[in-house]
């Protein structure tokens, strides 16, 4: 097992590297992680949208409308002007704008009386918000009901209309959150951490894993294993068992790092949820592993390898959704994710975390995504095996003629 050690002594002895692609950016990815908001999801907690009421009628019934909003939304104080007005909305200062034309209220009472359409309310909303949608719905739900009142009673005021419809629309039910099964959500927080975790395992794992292959395959290096009595099967499999160890490594302290740290949120959570989740993570790291076998074959330059490194980290992360949700990015970008493994871990967090029940049905989608990132891992491993063959027969190819140039 001389080939192993000496494989796994070239990993600690480089140890800028673990502590900047391995401890430090995992600590970041914790801060990240922390940034978002965990809300609760077990509690409800009404939304009250900002909104702009100009009354230019001043009746009972748009003063009792304006009462009734107020206790749904909150008020923007805004001048009765074009100007002021076209400004409120530019600035998103108010998502829905009520404007209460004069004599307003006395025809909407007569409107009703008759059997008529009643006149419509000018409305400003932003289709932005689906909260402007809401409080436009609750003034048409108040309207009705006001409605009502005045065409069943001509003797009923403005004032009477107005209170009636509120002691309708104030009663508001109880509500109870359910979940299709006894697990609670994931926490955000920890999610977020996992998904920047494909982040910190490509580029700790190609580097590190990667300087090991770099280090055996420099010409004087490889010339004196030749000699040696070591078989080149075993000294294979010796360097595969390194480059295994140090993706156990990170995928251990990565997973221990966010249990930790997130670890006060998983009440309630399914252990088999948080099981999957790790075990994705394990999987990407088998890729990220291919990666490094793939650009181990192909330089012994410790450069290249942080350059390589970083630069497949920085593009698969952005195609899976990392950086920037793929909502946001054009169709064509979108489209070229799905050649990107960390679309398909994505993927598979996403769906884990939707999970209500454990049936053969539910997780097949799940491990549909992992299959596929195994199948990213082994069609990378195929053609650093055909590189590094082309390596072993050709200088030409890039072997002991590239690895000379190199400095130990």
């Known amino acids: 097992m001389q080939v192993f050690r000496a494989a796994l002594k070239t990993f600690f002895r480089h140890k800028v590297y673990i502590v900047v692609y391995m401890v430090a950016l995992s600590f970041m990815a914790v801060f990240i992680g922390m940034s978002i908001a965990n809300t609760p999801q077990d509690e409800f907690e009404t939304e009250r949208p900002p909104i702009a009421i100009i009354d230019r009628d001043k009746s009972s019934l748009s003063l009792g409308i304006s009462t009734f909003l107020e206790e749904h939304a909150d008020l923007v104080e805004t001048e009765d002007s074009r100007q002021a007005l076209q400004d409120t909305v530019a600035q998103n200062r108010a998502v829905y704008t009520l404007i209460v034309p004069q004599g307003f209220g006395k025809d909407f009472v007569a409107s009703a009386g008759e059997g008529k359409t009643p006149p419509a309310l000018e409305t400003l909303t932003s289709y932005e918000s689906s909260s402007a949608h809401m409080i436009d719905a609750l003034v048409n739900k108040y309207l009705d009901t006001a409605s009502l009142y005045a065409a069943s009673n001509a003797a009923y005021s403005q004032a009477d209309i107005a209170s009636f419809a509120h002691s309708d629309m104030v009663h508001e039910t109880n509500l109870q959150m359910l979940w299709f ?10 999610l977020a951490y996992m998904m920047f975790a494909s982040y910190i395992v490509i580029l700790s794992i190609v580097v590190n894993a990667g300087l090991i292959l770099a280090a055996f395959n420099r010409s004087e290096i490889r010339r004196r294993n030749l000699s ?10 010796q360097l595969a068992a390194a480059c295994v160890v140090v993706t156990l490594i990170t995928w251990v302290w990565v997973s221990i790092l966010g249990l930790v740290v997130f670890g006060q949120a998983f009440g309630g959570v399914d252990v088999r949820a948080i099981g999957l989740i790790l075990f994705s993570l394990f999987i990407f790291c088998i890729v990220a592993l291919s990666i490094s076998f793939f650009l181990g074959q192909l330089t012994a330059s410790e450069f290249l390898l942080n350059a390589a490194g970083n630069i497949t980290g920085l593009v698969f992360s952005f195609l899976g959704g990392i950086w920037i949700p793929l909502e946001l990015v054009g169709g064509t970008i979108a489209k070229l994710a799905r050649f990107a493994p960390t679309f398909y ?26 299959g596929i990132m195994l199948l990213f891992a082994a069609a990378l491993f195929a053609v650093a095996l055909a590189v590094g063959r082309l390596r072993m027969q050709s200088a030409d190819a890039g072997g ?9």
């Open 181 to 190: 099964s006894s697990s609670s959500p994931l926490p955000e927080q920890w």
């Open 228 to 237: 040696s009595s070591v078989s080149t099967l075993s000294r294979n499999l």
């Open 345 to 370: 871990y994505g993927e598979a967090l996403e769906k884990t975390n939707s999970l209500r029940d454990y049936s053969g049905t539910s997780l097949a989608p799940i491990f549909a995504d992992l």
């Open 400 to 408: 002991n003629a590239a690895a000379a140039r190199i400095k130990s």
